[in-house]
T-cell receptor, first 113, second 116 residues
Framework: DVKVTQSSRYLVKRTGEKVFLECVQDMDHENMFWYRQDPGLGLRLIYFSYDVKMKEKGDIPEGYSVSREKKERFSLILESASTNQTSMYLC????????????FGSGTRLTVV | DAKTTQPPSMDCAEGRAANLPCNHSTISGNEYVYWYRQIHSQGPQYIIHGLKNNETNEMASLIITEDRKSSTLILPHATLRDTAVYYCIVRPEDFISNFGNEKLTFGTGTRLTIIP
């Protein structure tokens, strides 16, 4: 089975801290994605990457950056965490072609205090 | 970019067929319709996808209207474990050449509750 693994299930950070959320996939997928999920707003795309060292902004990139140095790993970085970044963060990966769906990780619930 | 519209919630009796509608009236010719579901506290799970023809797999059936402006996901014999939020999304066939013009949006989905 394809696995997308997110490094932490729950995370509590202080305002102003630099936060790294890590995601690793084991199926050699080209595409990787970071979403956040908030009640009433559904899933919103933050950033995605279709190749190593490539990144593209999604719908809500402000306050975030990403890094993809290796094909299997896609990191989401909160440069200076704020309370409005408290959310569920979901990582996903997929083959480049639309003939295949996304595989999601279990999510990281981040609380910024 | 194509958007989808789904009812916010639905109930279905256990053992009956659950029919979840999705409207995607602005869908383009090269866009697939995908369905995912999200069980509480888990990441979304892929269910099925299609372009023009109806599709069936071990989880569900997907019926796409001839004009492709709407679709229906069918869970033939709903169980309590099918209680989840169901998302309908559209995605272009060639993701990379369209990424400058396409936003991949899940929306808020339909909360399906299976009633014993």
């Amino acid at each position: 089975d394809v696995k997308v693994t997110q490094s932490s299930r729950y995370l509590v950070k202080r305002t102003g801290e630099k936060v790294f959320l890590e995601c690793v996939q084991d199926m050699d997928h080209e595409n990787m994605f970071w979403y956040r999920q908030d009640p009433g707003l559904g899933l919103r795309l933050i950033y995605f990457s279709y190749d190593v060292k490539m990144k593209e902004k999604g719908d809500i990139p402000e306050g975030y950056s990403v890094s993809r140095e290796k094909k299997e790993r896609f990191s989401l970085i909160l440069e200076s965490a704020s309370t409005n970044q408290t959310s569920m963060y979901l990582c996903a990966s997929s083959w480049r072609s639309s003939s295949y769906g996304y595989t999601f990780g279990s999510g990281t619930r981040l609380t910024v205090v | 970019d194509a958007k989808t519209t789904q009812p916010p919630s639905m109930d279905c009796a256990e053992g009956r067929a659950a029919n979840l509608p999705c409207n995607h009236s602005t869908i383009s010719g090269n866009e697939y319709v995908y369905w995912y579901r999200q069980i509480h506290s888990q990441g979304p799970q892929y269910i099925i996808h299609g372009l023009k023809n109806n599709e069936t797999n071990e989880m569900a059936s997907l019926i796409i209207t001839e004009d492709r402006k709407s679709s229906t996901l069918i869970l033939p014999h709903a169980t309590l474990r099918d209680t989840a939020v169901y998302y309908c999304i559209v995605r272009p066939e060639d993701f990379i050449s369209n990424f400058g013009n396409e936003k991949l949006t899940f929306g808020t989905g339909t909360r399906l509750t299976i009633i014993p």
